[in-house]
């Protein structure tokens, strides 16, 4: 009889679509992929309510949940409706305590409800007016993994990283962090694997490491 395949269901970070694992590879007779998508909130949605709307989208049990950045929080919160084999986020946070002061005050300040999210759609204006090779590649990656650019959903999405109010980690987590992510700095991460020179973007450009170490962390026990 042929082992039955552990199914792995990969969440992208905010407004991000699965292309940022298209370079990730896994044993094709251990592991099969799902990719999961952003889904526009509904109004007022909670984080809670929008978490067990996305586990309608899961058709196994004792799955492997990976999420990045903001993807890691909401597969934090998916995990409280669905059983898992294993958790796993990567360049993201395990708790409010792991936040940057930045992000902090944001949510105290409510700073966050300032932040032109309107202009995620006009990337194609900006696409015209960009100056400088780094600019334009940037804008090229951009314009590449971005999938969602509806403001209410951008607005939706910073509200509910920022003023995330988890206490303690889930038990059992594991925590993929790079050691240069300025999104979310390393000093304030505690119980992670990390990366050297990892950046938040990790997932994309050190695909190659995943695809070295990811199988091993999920079998081990």
Known sequence: ???????IYLMP?????????ENIKLPEDIFEIYYLEWMLPIENESLSDYALRMTKKIKHDNIVLLGVSFGGVLVQEMSKHVKLRKLIIVSSVKSKNEMPIHMQLAKSTGAYKLLPTHLASKVDVLEKYAFGK????RLK????????????YLSWAIKHMVCWDQNK????IIHVHG???AVFPIKNISDCITIPQGTHIMIINK??????????IILEN
């Open 169 to 172: 980690a889930p038990k059992g």
């Open 179 to 181: 050691d240069n992510d």
């Open 134 to 137: 780094n600019f334009t590649k």
């Open 207 to 216: 695909f190659k490491w995943f695809n070295t170490h990811l199988a091993r």
């Open 141 to 152: 990656l951009y314009k590449k993994f971005l999938s969602v650019n509806d403001n209410r």
């Open 13 to 21: 970070g905010m407004a991000a679509s699965p292309l940022i694992f």
């Open 1 to 7: 009889m042929s082992q039955e395949l552990i199914p």
